[in-house]
Every structure is written in C-alpha cells, then in structure tokens.
C-alpha cells in the first residue's frame, strides 16, 4: 500500500495555494487594511476617551487606547460583505451558507457588544457569562453543534444530547480562554492569529471553504493589528476585541472540523488554541483550591510568570512558539496511523507536565500551604465583596474610606487617610489599637493615601489585585464630586 510522502504533501498544499489565490490575496489585504485603519482608530478613541489608564494591576505607563477589537472586526466583517458580493466561486460559496457566515458574524458583534460595555463601564463576570451562554446556545441553533467526534481505535461515535451540550460548553471555554490571555502585550492577538490561520487549513484541507475565508480574514486583520499592539503596546485589543476573537474563533474552529474524518483534523482546531485553554484550566484548578472565586484576577497566569523572567516580549514569543510547534505536530499527524496519533498527543502532556513543573506550579508544599489557608481567603474576598457593596452607595469621601476599611482590616491595617482638597479624610478600625510600625502610601487614581498597618502587617498584601481593583473603583467614586466631603473621622 503507498504511503504519501512528505515531497506529495508540500506539493499538495501549494497546489492548494496555487488553485485558491483568492484566500491569500483576502489575507494579505485584511493585513493591509488593519495595519493602515490601526494609526486612524488611535487617533479617534484618544479623542473620544476611550482610553486604558495605567494603575493597579495595568502594567504600562502611559494612557493607551483602548477597545481596538473595533478596528479588527471593522475590516473582517467589510471583508465578508465584499466576498459575498464576488461573481465567483467563493462568493458563491459564501452565499449558500449564509446562515452560518451572517450567524458567526452576528454572535461576534453581540459578543462585543459586552466586552465595549464592560469597557466603558464594567460588567460582573456573572453577568458577562450569562450572555455568553445565551450567544452560544443561539449558535449552536444557528447549526454549530457538534454531532459527532472522531476517536482513535474506535471511529465515529455519535453525541446524542451531548451534540447540543458541548458546542456550549466550547464556544463559552474558548471565549473567556482568549479573554484570560489578554495579559500581555500582544499575546491574545498573536495567538489569535496562528489560531485563525490553523483553523484556515483545517477549513481549506475539509472543503469548508467559506469558513477558511471567515478564518483567513481574522488571522490578516490580526497580523495587521500586531504591528501595534506588540510590545510596546500602542493600543491594546480589550475585552471588546479579546471576547469578539473568542467567540469568532470558537465558531470557526467548531464549524471547521465538522467534516473531519480523522480525529487529528479534530485535535488540530484544539492545539491551535492550546495555550489559552491550558491557562484557563491551570487557573481554574489554582483558584479552586485557594478559594478563590473562580472570575477573581491574579498575577499567576502562564503568561506572567514567564514574563518575570523574560520580559513581556519574550514571554509572547515563547508562547507563541510553543503553539506554532503544537500546531505543527497536529498537522503533521495527519498522515499517520492512530498509534502515532497516541504518542504524539502522550508526549504533548509530558510537554505540559514539564512546562508547568519548571513554572513552579508544581511545588506541591506551597499548593499544600495554599489549601490549607483557603478558608482565609475566601474570607478576603468576601471582604472585598463588602467593600464593592459599599463603593457602589458610596456618597462622601468619608463614605469611600469606609468601604475601603472593610478589606483593609483583613491585611492587617488600622487606618486610612487621603488628601483631599487641602482637607485631609480618615478612616480608622473602631474598637482597635491604634499601634502601628509603619506607614504606607498607595495611590486611589490620582490621589495619595496613607494606610498604618499592624506590626505584624505585610504590605505589599499578597492579594494585592484584590485591594486595586476596588482602589480604582474608590478613586472613581472620590472624583465623582456628588456630595461635597464631610470632614470625621471614625465612623
């Protein structure tokens, strides 16, 4: 029996490339198009205000704008309109199943809907959830289900009810995956784009050429957009971007494997999104055993650990590699047996294994001593929910102190106070000593405050993300003027 050799395969995906110039011409103008429409949407969201102001847990330096998914999916869905509108065979191919391109186009642009109002505004993780889910199940109404998957050794086994439960649960992982890799500069778009370009093969190789063309276009726009959102970054994507790739990706990659007839055509869409999934299910097993709620930010992703050692450009560049390799052996896979498939997938988790060992996440002692302290952070947090509570109603500088005393007790402080018009605030522990070794100044916006911590207080606090987040919101409700200060102190 002949066996196709690696010269037949190289000669088979340039005849591909050959035969579908269209496909490399949309990506090339995509890129174009973003790299040039980029500079123009800076220019505007500077002046509209849409801007990501450093603090906290942001790490740049300077005012950026900010919601740059706009300009992206701008040139995307503009693409789509001129493919459908072509007299040949791709726009004719985007035409008859316009249900799934308009349905994939549409989930997108509701899905960034949430991500500019959580933007401008803020939105809870409960509720940003709910209208994932409500998006996903409209999907997979729209004809993104799965009904069956490919397994190794065994073939083609039907879903059942899973065929409508899974895409689901697909669509909402994948969406908040990318959503979560958005930490540094770069790194969600880049991985995007290999992401989109894998998914265009997978489509292309399948015959689901109008999802390669959907793919083709995201992975253009995203290299496009790269040229500024890589370290340093000049614009950074937001959730309006990161949830809109998630959801677009998610599509894709569910719509482009539905022919597959080999379960590494399957694995292939997966791989090519290996990181952010990987990072999303390390996060959610290191939050489940601290304690902590499962949409609470931390500085322990992957993605920042690698950064401490490396910088953000070579902790993206790493990423990215590591991908591109994953990728690469899935593709490769194609053409072997099932046996093959096994060992490769068995030496990509002795990969995993080794890579978060040597990140430190498995040193089981700290793990252990984490666990053992999670009943105190749960408390912290429900601290911070308090705190939130209270900012929300807040009317008075005195009142925003106040909500900021209920965590600030639990790290171990005794007291704050903050300038304020030539007027100084104070909020102190009631019914608490007064002692305190050392005073700490931290920043609420643009207003210094001094916090007096207890002797055996540590600060900086080690959920220091806990205490920014509702120092921004503090600073917010401090710069709001409704009520003219009321000068006191204890409550």
Same mark, same amino acid.
């Given at each position: 029996?002949?066996?196709?050799?690696?010269?037949?395969?190289?000669?088979?995906?340039?005849?591909?490339?050959?035969?579908?110039?269209?496909?490399?011409?949309?990506?090339?103008?995509?890129?174009?198009?973003?790299?040039?429409?980029?500079?123009?949407?800076?220019?505007?969201?500077?002046?509209?205000?849409?801007?990501?102001?450093?603090?906290?847990?942001?790490?740049?330096?300077?005012?950026?704008?900010?919601?740059?998914?706009?300009?992206?999916?701008?040139?995307?869905?503009?693409?789509?309109?001129?493919?459908?509108?072509?007299?040949?065979?791709?726009?004719?191919?985007?035409?008859?199943?316009?249900?799934?391109?308009?349905?994939?186009?549409?989930?997108?642009?509701?899905?960034?809907?949430?991500?500019?109002?959580?933007?401008?505004?803020?939105?809870?993780?409960?509720?940003?959830?709910?209208?994932?889910?409500?998006?996903?199940?409209?999907?997979?109404?729209?004809?993104?289900?799965?009904?069956?998957?490919?397994?190794?050794?065994?073939?083609?086994?039907?879903?059942?009810?899973?065929?409508?439960?899974?895409?689901?649960?697909?669509?909402?992982?994948?969406?908040?995956?990318?959503?979560?890799?958005?930490?540094?500069?770069?790194?969600?778009?880049?991985?995007?784009?290999?992401?989109?370009?894998?998914?265009?093969? =997978?489509?292309?190789? $399948?015959?689901?050429?109008?999802?390669?063309?959907?793919? +083709?276009? *995201? !992975?253009? @726009? #995203?290299?496009?957009?790269?040229?500024?959102?890589?370290?340093?970054?000049?614009?950074?994507?937001?959730?309006?971007?990161?949830?809109?790739?998630?959801?677009?990706?998610?599509?894709?990659?569910?719509?482009?494997?539905?022919?597959?007839?080999?379960?590494?055509?399957?694995?292939?869409?997966?791989?090519?999104?290996?990181?952010?999934?990987?990072?999303?299910?390390?996060?959610?097993?290191?939050?489940?055993?601290?304690?902590?709620?499962?949409?609470?930010?931390?500085?322990?992703?992957?993605?920042?650990?690698?950064?401490?050692?490396?910088?953000?450009?070579?902790?993206?560049?790493?990423?990215?590699?590591?991908?591109?390799?994953?990728?690469? =052996?899935?593709?490769? $896979?194609?053409?072997?047996?099932?046996?093959?498939?096994? +060992?490769? *997938? !068995?030496? @990509? #988790?002795?990969?995993?294994?080794?890579?978060?060992?040597?990140?430190?996440?498995?040193?089981?002692?700290?793990?252990?001593?984490?666990?053992?302290?999670?009943?105190?952070?749960?408390?912290?947090?429900?601290?911070?929910?308090?705190?939130?509570?209270?900012?929300?109603?807040?009317?008075?500088?005195?009142?925003?102190?106040?909500?900021?005393?209920?965590?600030?007790?639990?790290?171990?402080?005794?007291?704050?106070?903050?300038?304020?018009?030539?007027?100084?605030?104070?909020?102190?522990?009631?019914?608490?000593?007064?002692?305190?070794?050392?005073?700490?100044?931290?920043?609420?916006?643009?207003?210094?405050?001094?916090?007096?911590?207890?002797?055996?207080?540590?600060?900086?606090?080690?959920?220091?993300?806990?205490?920014?987040?509702?120092?921004?919101?503090? @600073?917010?409700?401090?710069?709001?003027?409704?009520?003219?200060?009321?000068?006191?102190?204890?409550?």
């Amino acid at each position: 029996m002949l066996t196709e050799s690696p010269h037949d395969r190289v000669t088979f995906w340039l005849d591909v490339l050959m035969r579908h110039k269209t496909y490399a011409a949309l990506l090339v103008v995509s890129c174009i198009a973003t790299l040039a429409a980029t500079p123009i949407y800076m220019a505007v969201a500077r002046r509209a205000g849409w801007i990501d102001r450093p603090g906290g847990r942001k790490q740049h330096a300077a005012d950026t704008p900010t919601m740059g998914g706009l300009v992206i999916f701008t040139v995307v869905f503009a693409g789509v309109a001129v493919v459908m509108a072509l007299p040949n065979r791709v726009g004719e191919m985007l035409r008859e199943h316009r249900v799934h391109v308009l349905g994939a186009c549409a989930c997108t642009a509701l899905m960034m809907l949430v991500g500019a109002i959580d933007d401008r505004r803020g939105l809870r993780p409960a509720s940003k959830l709910i209208v994932e889910v409500v998006l996903a199940i409209a999907a997979v109404v729209l004809g993104f289900d799965m009904p069956a998957i490919t397994l190794p050794w065994i073939g083609s086994v039907p879903l059942g009810p899973l065929s409508l439960v899974l895409p689901v649960v697909w669509i909402v992982g994948v969406t908040n995956a990318v959503n979560l890799a958005d930490g540094l500069d770069g790194l969600a778009a880049g991985i995007g784009f290999l992401a989109a370009a894998a998914n265009a093969v =997978v489509a292309i190789y $399948l015959s689901n050429y109008y999802m390669a063309v959907m793919a +083709i276009l *995201l !992975a253009g @726009a #995203l290299l496009g957009f790269l040229r500024w959102n890589f370290h340093p970054a000049r614009i950074f994507l937001g959730d309006t971007g990161s949830l809109g790739i998630g959801m677009f990706l998610a599509l894709c990659s569910l719509h482009s494997a539905q022919k597959a007839h080999t379960a590494v055509m399957i694995l292939v869409p997966l791989c090519a999104l290996g990181y952010p999934i990987f990072d999303t299910l390390l996060a959610v097993a290191r939050r489940t055993l601290r304690g902590q709620p499962l949409f609470a930010s931390d500085r322990e992703h992957v993605h920042h650990v690698l950064e401490r050692g490396h910088g953000p450009s070579g902790a993206a560049m790493r990423i990215y590699v590591a991908s591109l390799l994953l990728i690469g =052996v899935c593709v490769l $896979l194609t053409s072997v047996n099932h046996l093959a498939v096994g +060992i490769g *997938l !068995a030496i @990509a #988790l002795g990969l995993a294994f080794f890579s978060v060992r040597v990140l430190g996440y498995m040193e089981w002692q700290g793990w252990i001593a984490q666990f053992r302290a999670r009943e105190d952070v749960r408390i912290v947090y429900a601290a911070a929910t308090l705190a939130r509570l209270k900012l929300s109603v807040a009317t008075t500088s005195n009142d925003v102190l106040e909500a900021l005393g209920a965590i600030l007790t639990e790290f171990g402080a005794v007291a704050i106070e903050v300038d304020l018009d030539g007027e100084t605030y104070r909020w102190s522990r009631p019914n608490g000593s007064s002692a305190a070794t050392r005073t700490v100044e931290v920043m609420l916006g643009d207003h210094a405050a001094r916090i007096e911590l207890r002797p055996d207080a540590a600060w900086p606090t080690p959920h220091a993300v806990v205490f920014d987040e509702l120092a921004r919101i503090a @600073a917010a409700r401090l710069d709001a003027g409704t009520l003219p200060p009321r000068r006191g102190g204890s409550p």
